[in-house]
C-alpha cells in the first residue's frame, strides 16, 4: 500500500517489549483485530502480519518473526490514529546482541591509503549522517549521508586522509534527530563539542620502557594532574598542566625537589593518575578553570583539554599528555590511570544513549534507571557492545599512550565477566598491565554473584587487584570515625587480623582463616587516598591529640602499608601529613583545599625522607615483597607478642646469599615497650621510630629490644 504523511499522536506510545512483541499504550477500547502495525520505508508503507490482543490495559502486537532494528514500524488505532514504534526494551535483551552486536576493530574515524573512514554502530537508526564542521565564516557544513552495513555499522568514506577534521553524527532514532560526538572519537574540540579526525601517524611516539617487575613490586603513588604543581611554590612554569610534569629540576623556594624531581627522589614505582579522560564539569574555555577531580566522564578516548596549555588545538590534547606519560616512563616510572567507565556525567548527553538509546545503561524491572553509582545512572558492561566499548577504550589508551595499568572507579558496578575479558585481553596487549579498583558491592541492578566486589575476588583471579579497606580500617579505622591499631589502648583491635592483612589478606592455614584474596598481588594496601578526609584530617577530628603523638600514629602508618605483603599505595602527600583543611570529599572544592602544598612538603622534609627510606627498604628485601601464597606461608612468622604489641618475622631464604631474617616490631601504646627476640644473636637496626635508612641506625648485641612509644622497628639478623 503507497504511503501518505500521517500526523504521529502524542497521546499514543508504542515500544518495542521484546524483538518479537510490540507494547501499545493508549486507548483500549476498541476491539484487538481492528489494531494493525505498518512498516514504512522508501517512501511505502507496509502492512505487517502480527497477532493482536489486549491485556491490562495494553495492546500487543506479536509476531512469528523478529522486529527489524532501524526500520520504522507505526502502530494504527482504530480511528488512525498513528504512533512510532520506539526500539523499547527490545535494544536490552539477549536476541539484540546476538542479531546486531558488532566485534569489528574499526569503529570511529581512522586515515587509511588515501581516505577517512568514519564508522559508528546505531543499529536502531533509520538514518545516520556525517557533518562536518568548518570554522571560518566562509565556509559552511557539510552533510553526507552515511550507508547502513552489517550489524546496524553505518560507514562513511571521504576521499583524502583529513586529519584535523571537525565532525559530528546526526542520528535519527526513535523519531528524533540527535546531534552528537563520535564516542570513538580520540580527540576534540573544547568541551567536546565536536569530534576530531586523527591520524596517529602524524602523532610523535616516544617509547620508553620501564622495568617489568611483578605486581608485589610496586609502589603506587595517587596524584591529580592539577594537584600536583598549581601551588604557588611548586617550582613549575605550567602549573596544573600535563606540561607542568614534564618540567626537570624544578625546586621549592628553600631548594627542595618538587614535581618530576620529587617523584624520581621519592622513589616510587607507578603514579596513579586521577581521570584524565575527557570530563564534563570543568568549562575548558575559562582560565583558570573550574576545580574538579574529574569523575564525571563525557568522552571516554579523549583527553581532558582543562588541562592543555594549547587548547585551542585539539591535536595538542593528545601531544601534552603523551609528554607526560613520556616523561615519567623515561625516569623508569610506570603510568596507571583512573578510569570511570561505570557512568556517563548526563545521561541525556551521552553519545551513547543518543545514538543507541536504552542500550548502553542498567534499568530495573520497571524501567527506571539503576543508580549504583550514585550520579543518575549505571553503565551496562554485562551488553555485548558496553563491554566492547569498555575494552576498546582501554586498548586505546595502550596503544596510543603507552599507559602500564588502569585503576577502576567503582569497580563493582562492572560485571565479574566482563573484568575477566578485561584481564585476559589487555594481557595479551601488554603482558605486564596492572589491574585494579574499588571492589565496593554496590547498590546496581546484577546479582551480587555477578558484580565485579571484592567478594568475587576468587573469580577474577590474582592479575586484578582490589582496595583493601579490611586493612584500611585495621590499621587506622573505617572511614565512619572507627579506631584502627594505631590508636593504641583506645582501640579494640585483634592483633590475629593485625597480621591477617600484614600477611596480604590471603589463606592463613594456621588459624584456619579464609583468604579475602587467592594472592597477595591481589591487596591494595592503603590507609588514605582522594576520597574521603586525609589522614591527618581524621586525627584531628578523632579527638584530642598533640602535634607529635598524631605525626607518630602517621609514621607508623606508614611503615605497616610498606611492609604488609601486596601492593602498597600512597595519596601523594601523606608523606608530610597533607591536609584539605577537614573537608571530606574535595571533589569541587577550591584548587588551594586539593592542591599539594610545597611549603609543608619543606616544613616536613624529614618525614619525606622517612618514606623514603622506607621504599627503598621494601626494595631491598624481598620478604617485604612475596608473590604467592606458598611463599607467604611458609616464610611470613607472626612472633608471640606482650599485650598491645605486634610483631612479626620474615624467614630468610635458605642458601640464598647475603639472606637475612628480617623482624618487624609496632607498638602502638603510649609507653616504650621492651621485647625479647626468640633468637639470641647480633641485629642491625634499619627502622628506629623517626629514623629509616638501608646503612643500619645501630647494633644491637643482644635479643631484647626497645620499642618506643607509637612506632615502629625494623631490624635484621
Given at each position: 500500500m503507497t504511503s501518505n504523511h500521517h500526523a504521529i499522536n502524542s497521546d499514543l506510545i508504542a515500544w518495542l517489549e521484546d524483538l518479537y512483541t510490540v507494547k501499545v499504550k493508549g486507548d483500549t477500547a476498541f476491539a484487538s483485530n481492528q489494531w494493525r502495525i505498518v512498516k514504512k520505508e522508501n517512501g511505502k508503507e507496509t502492512l505487517i502480519d502480527a497477532a493482536c490482543f489486549i491485556e491490562e490495559g495494553f495492546v500487543y502486537l506479536q509476531r512469528k518473526e523478529p522486529y527489524q532494528a532501524g526500520v520504522r514500524y507505526e502502530v494504527v488505532s482504530p480511528d488512525n490514529r498513528r504512533a512510532h514504534v520506539l526500539s523499547g526494551k527490545a535494544v536490552r535483551t539477549l536476541l539484540f546482541d546476538d542479531l546486531y552486536a558488532y566485534d569489528g576493530d574499526d569503529l570511529?574515524?581512522?586515515?587509511?591509503?588515501?581516505?577517512t573512514l568514519f564508522a559508528v554502530w546505531a543499529p536502531t537508526a533509520e538514518e545516520v549522517h556525517l557533518v562536518i564542521h568548518r570554522h571560518?565564516?566562509?565556509?559552511?557544513?557539510?552533510?553526507?549521508?552515511?550507508?547502513r552495513t552489517i550489524r546496524g555499522v553505518w560507514r562513511m568514506e571521504l576521499q583524502g586522509e583529513h586529519h584535523g577534521l571537525c565532525y559530528t553524527y546526526r542520528v535519527f532514532v526513535n523519531g528524533v534527530w540527535q546531534?552528537?560526538?563520535?564516542?570513538?572519537?580520540?580527540?576534540?574540540?573544547?568541551?567536546?563539542?565536536?569530534?576530531?579526525?586523527?591520524?596517529?601517524?602524524?602523532?610523535?611516539?616516544?617509547?620508553?620502557?620501564?622495568?617489568?617487575?611483578?605486581?608485589?613490586?610496586?609502589?603506587?603513588?595517587?596524584?591529580?594532574?592539577r594537584d600536583f604543581t598549581a601551588h604557588l611554590y611548586s617550582g613549575v612554569k605550567q602549573k596544573g598542566k600535563?606540561?607542568?610534569?614534564?618540567?626537570?629540576?624544578?625546586?621549592?623556594p628553600n631548594g627542595c625537589t618538587s614535581a618530576l624531581s620529587y617523584i624520581k627522589e621519592l622513589g616510587v614505582t607507578h603514579v596513579q593518575l586521577l581521570p584524565v579522560h575527557d570530563f564534563g564539569s570543568v568549562d575548558e574555555t575559562k582560565e583558570p578553570p573550574a576545580y574538579n577531580w574529574g569523575y564525571d566522564p563525557v568522552q571516554h578516548f579523549v583527553p581532558e583539554g582543562s588541562y592543555v596549555v594549547n587548547k585551542h588545538q585539539p591535536e595538542a590534547r593528545i601531544r601534552e599528555l603523551k609528554q607526560l606519560i613520556d616523561t615519567l616512563h623515561q625516569h623508569g616510572i610506570g603510568v596507571i590511570l583512573d578510569v570511570v567507565l561505570n557512568h556517563f556525567y548526563k545521561i541525556e548527553t551521552a553519545s551513547l544513549e543518543k545514538i543507541v538509546p536504552g542500550y548502553y545503561f542498567r534499568y530495573d524491572d520497571y524501567g527506571l534507571l539503576s543508580n549504583g553509582t550514585g550520579v543518575g545512572n549505571d553503565t551496562a558492561s554485562e551488553r555485548y557492545m558496553m563491554r566492547k566499548y569498555i575494552i576498546d577504550c582501554l586498548l586505546h589508551w595502550i596503544r596510543h599512550y603507552q599507559v602500564d595499568g588502569f585503576r577502576f572507579d567503582l569497580m563493582g558496578i562492572h560485571d565479574v565477566t566482563t573484568m575477566q575479558e578485561v584481564s585476559c585481553r589487555l594481557r595479551e596487549e601488554k603482558p605486564s598491565v596492572f589491574l585494579y579498583g574499588e571492589g565496593w558491592n554496590m547498590n546496581t541492578v546484577l546479582a551480587d554473584k555477578q558484580k565485579a566486589s571484592i567478594n568475587q575476588a576468587p573469580q577474577l583471579g590474582k592479575r586484578v587487584g582490589f582496595f583493601n579497606d579490611r586493612f584500611r580500617n585495621t590499621v587506622k579505622g573505617n572511614i565512619f570515625g572507627s579506631l584502627g591499631f594505631i590508636h593504641g589502648e583506645r582501640a579494640d583491635v585483634d592483633v590475629d587480623n593485625v597480621a591477617f592483612v600484614m600477611r596480604g589478606?590471603?589463606?592463613?592455614?594456621?588459624?584456619?582463616?579464609?583468604?579475602?584474596?587467592t594472592a597477595p598481588s591481589q591487596s591494595i594496601n592503603y590507609v588514605e587516598c582522594h576520597d574521603n578526609h586525609t589522614l591527618w584530617d581524621q586525627l584531628n577530628i578523632q579527638g584530642d591529640m598533640s602535634l607529635?603523638?598524631?605525626?607518630?600514629?602517621?609514621?607508623?602508618?606508614l611503615v605497616m602499608v610498606l611492609t604488609a605483603q601486596g601492593v602498597p599505595f600512597l595519596h601523594g602527600g601523606q608523606e608530610f601529613f597533607r591536609t584539605k583543611y577537614g573537608v571530606e570529599n574535595s571533589y569541587n572544592a577550591p584548587v588551594w583545599i586539593n592542591q599539594f602544598d610545597w611549603e609543608q612538603r619543606e616544613i616536613h622534609n624529614e618525614n619525606v625522607e622517612f618514606l623514603k627510606n622506607l621504599i627503598q627498604i621494601r626494595k631491598q628485601f624481598d620478604g617485604f615483597r612475596m608473590q604467592t601464597t606458598a611463599v607467604i606461608e611458609r616464610r611470613f612468622q607472626q612472633l608471640a607478642q606482650p599485650k598491645d604489641l605486634f610483631i612479626f618475622k620474615i624467614h630468610k631464604?635458605?642458601?640464598?646469599?647475603?639472606?637475612?631474617?628480617?623482624?618487624?616490631?609496632?607498638?602502638?601504646?603510649?609507653?616504650?615497650?621492651?621485647?625479647?627476640?626468640?633468637?639470641?644473636g647480633i641485629y642491625q637496626v634499619i627502622v628506629d621510630g623517626e629514623r629509616a635508612s638501608?646503612?643500619?641506625?645501630?647494633?644491637?648485641?643482644?635479643?631484647?629490644?626497645?620499642?618506643?612509644?607509637?612506632?615502629?622497628?625494623?631490624?635484621?639478623k
Open positions: 570511529g574515524a581512522r586515515c587509511h591509503r588515501g581516505e571560518t565564516k566562509h565556509e559552511k557544513e557539510a552533510v553526507h549521508v552515511m550507508k546531534e552528537t560526538p563520535d564516542p570513538y572519537a580520540a580527540s576534540s574540540t573544547l568541551n567536546g563539542d565536536q569530534s576530531v579526525v586523527i591520524d596517529w601517524r602524524k602523532i610523535p611516539d616516544k617509547a620508553y620502557a620501564i622495568p617489568k617487575t611483578a605486581i608485589t613490586d610496586a609502589i603506587i603513588y595517587e596524584v591529580h594532574v600535563y606540561l607542568g610534569w614534564t618540567e626537570r629540576d624544578t625546586k621549592t589478606s590471603i589463606r592463613w592455614e594456621e588459624k584456619k582463616k579464609t583468604g579475602l584474596f607529635e603523638e598524631k605525626r607518630k600514629m602517621h609514621r607508623l602508618t631464604v635458605e642458601h640464598k646469599e647475603n639472606a637475612k631474617d628480617l623482624y618487624v616490631l609496632f607498638n602502638h601504646t603510649k609507653n616504650p615497650r621492651k621485647v625479647v627476640l626468640p633468637e639470641k638501608l646503612i643500619p641506625l645501630k647494633t644491637i648485641h643482644s635479643n631484647t629490644i626497645e620499642v618506643q612509644p607509637v612506632s615502629a622497628v625494623i631490624l635484621y
